[in-house]
């Protein structure tokens, strides 16, 4: 008898355990730099920035050496963070169209790119069918908020029809401007530290309520324009004074990715003075990769910047923490990238994915937990679709539509405009020196059925003739 109410005993303390590991889910603290090339931290290996905190979180987590964004720019980048799907299927395909009010690049296209998923009154954006992330933890018991760069859409497509609790969005550094428009605030702050202050609010409600939270941190750091605090200007250019190899506006980029650190270190000393550090998941990443600058030095090794498809355009750290769940000062060579994040998410939180939806990622938690090093899936897509800067001499395009595939150590671009195609192996060329498309005819057509079979997959929509090209005679 007394063997049995031990061993009910023991059933009823498991249960209850089982059971409070689905109640007390772990909090998510989402920070997202904006256009932070791989290169842009001390961490990763540019000991001209100063990164301290972000430097601490990489030292105390786990980071990937070959993270990628979905695409070399914000809002497709963005919708692929927010619903988890692949660009194609979640249909914004870039920030807006602005070929068609350039004659020169409209008349040089041979072929239209797919619509941008538009909503009358609420501009180019993320569509309410989509299950956001913020939307999927809600219903798993998140309190949910956002402050910071939205770019996917107003009106009907805001922030706060997205799952989101509470948030708005905040676009500029100083004079900034935020939507809806919020009266009473003083805009002449620096948004990075009025986001800041606006998270933490929330991150202390949530505590309060002993609900778990899921704070999405974009800050508007480091895009354009170049507006640093005067004092970390200051800082940098008494530093870097007749060091030629750095330009002016890499020393203004250096002065806002301090700011940045600051933020960050801010909120990671909120959640240790809140007792929320072993309870909290930090993820810390970027949209895409960093923009053209005078040596392009946070980019570099990598070939590109924002806006191609080359490594430097879709290289962005990634830094992932979680206090006895993820080991300190580890690292993974794995590529990953934007899209699973989602599931990863819904993986370290124990949290049910949403019925009949859609998700292309994969979840890392094996890796970032210890029990796997690899993930399972065959190959990163990208589709980008954005045409600019035609020039009719040369009959060239600053950027054009191109699709790519990246799978076993070697990267296919296919380039849609005029069926050719190019090919890196990333394993031995990783900044992109040499095209070998011609030396491996049996790789790049392996490479070519899967992203075919990709394009069946995600809703692809075919290139269409462009009613408004005409060749213009090509001169040398």
Sequence with gaps: MNKFLILLFCLILYIGQAQNKTVNKPNILFILADDLGINALNCYGNHLVESPNIDKLFSEGMHFTNGYSNDPTCAPSRASIMSGQYVPRHQVYRVADRFKKDEKTLNGMKYLPPDNYHLEGSGVGLTLNKITIAEALKANGYMTSAYGKWHLGHKELQIQNQGFDEGFE?????????????????????????????????????????????????????????????????????????????????????????????????????????????????????????????????????????????????????????????????????????????????????????????????????????????????????????????????????????????????????????????????????????DIYQDFPEVSKKLKIQLEQWKNETSYQDPRPNPNYKLSPKKD
């Design 170 to 434: 905040i676009t500029g550094h100083y004079n900034f401007k935020t939507y809806p428009k919020q009266n009473n605030i003083d805009a002449s702050l620096y948004s990075a530290d009025y986001i800041t202050e606006k998270t933490i609010d929330f991150i202390k409600k949530a505590k309060a309520s002993k609900n778990p939270f899921f704070a999405y941190v974009p800050y508007y750091l480091v895009h354009k324009p170049l507006e640093p605090k005067k004092k970390y200007l200051d800082h940098f250019k008494n530093k870097l004074q007749g060091n030629d190899s750095v330009g002016p506006d890499e020393i203004k980029v250096l002065a806002m990715i301090k700011s940045l650190d600051d933020s960050v270190g801010q909120l990671l000393s909120k959640l240790n003075e809140l007792g929320l550090e072993d309870d909290t998941i930090v993820i810390f990443t970027s949209d895409n990769g960093h923009y053209k600058t005078e040596s392009n030095i946070f980019n570099q090794p990598y070939k590109g910047v924002k806006g191609e498809t080359f490594e430097g355009g879709i290289r962005v750290p990634y830094i992932f923490k979680w206090p006895n769940h993820i080991a300190f000062n580890t690292l993974s060579k794995e590529p990953i990238i934007h899209i699973d994040l989602y599931p990863t998410i819904l993986g370290l939180t124990n949290s049910q994915k949403p019925e009949n939806y859609q998700l292309d990622g994969e979840d890392l938690s094996p890796i970032l937990l210890g029990s796997q090093n690899k993930t399972k899936r065959k190959a990163l897509i990208w589709e980008y679709t954005n045409y600019a800067g035609y020039n009719p001499k040369t009959r060239e395009f600053r950027s054009q539509w191109v699709n790519v595939i990246q799978m076993d150590g070697y990267k296919l671009t296919e380039v849609v405009e005029n069926h050719s195609y190019y090919m890196y192996h990333l394993t031995t060329d990783p900044y992109e020196t040499k």
